[in-house]
């Protein structure tokens, strides 16, 4: 079966770096995709990557690894704001998208 | 863990045809599902709020007399497209609130094509 594996928990301090990994185990791949959702709100797009390598959008980088089923997205200079969830999504070779669980990131001052 | 269901994957339909999407929790109740449309530069775009046994709730910019939303019943909501244009050509996604803490739970997809 197709799987998308994400923590479901992180906390990380204000000002600091976090990495949050996706791992993930489709029917083909064309494309993953990033999301932070706020409480009550439409996830927002963060990311797209389709080839190997890393992704860099100001304090947002997204890495992804084809070969290893591979992802993580790394958040810098945490703001406060920054707390949300972080939803791993992938487009499957039917051009279906399987989502992850999300990763809800706690940040503490 | 709670699925969403949302069939069919794929539609290819003729100008001026309706067309109708279903959403479904297979393995908890929704009181409440979303449906987005995702645009070419992948932003997913809340379309409206679909709340069972109430009319849905719009967002601003989206035509209720296009989109027909019913949520019938606590674990199916639907989406019809009435006389669908090529403009319409997207990507549609629902999304239900579920357990546990009332997360939220995304369905596969359905990418439509407007001839």
């Known amino acids: 079966g197709q799987n998308i594996d994400q923590p479901t928990e992180m906390t990380a301090t204000e000002g600091a770096i976090v990495q949050i990994n996706c791992t993930y185990q489709t029917s083909g791949f064309n494309g993953l995709f990033w999301y932070q959702q706020h409480a009550g709100e439409a996830p927002t797009f963060l990311s797209y990557n389709v080839l190997d390598g890393l992704e860099e959008k100001g304090r947002f980088s997204s890495f992804l690894s084809r070969s290893k089923g591979y992802s993580y997205l790394l958040l810098k200079e945490l703001q406060m704001k920054d707390s949300a969830s972080y939803l791993c999504a992938v487009r499957d070779s039917n051009y279906q998208l399987i989502w992850g669980a999300g990763t809800k990131l706690i940040i503490k001052p | 863990g709670a699925v969403v269901s949302q069939h069919p994957s794929w539609v290819i339909c003729k100008s001026g045809t309706s067309v109708k999407i279903e959403c479904r929790s297979l393995?908890?109740?929704?009181?409440?599902m979303f449906w987005y449309r995702q645009f070419p530069k992948q932003s997913l775009m809340l379309m409206a709020t679909s709340n069972e046994g109430s009319k849905a709730t719009y967002e601003q910019g989206v035509e209720k007399d296009k989109f027909l939303i019913n949520h019938a019943s606590l674990t199916l909501s639907t989406l019809t497209v009435t006389s669908a244009h090529p403009e319409d050509s997207s990507f549609y996604i629902c999304?239900?609130?579920?357990?546990?803490?009332?997360?939220?739970?995304f369905g596969s997809g359905t990418q439509l094509s407007v001839l």
């Open positions: 999304s239900a609130r579920g357990p546990p803490n009332e997360k939220l739970f």
């Open positions: 393995d908890f109740q929704a009181t409440t």
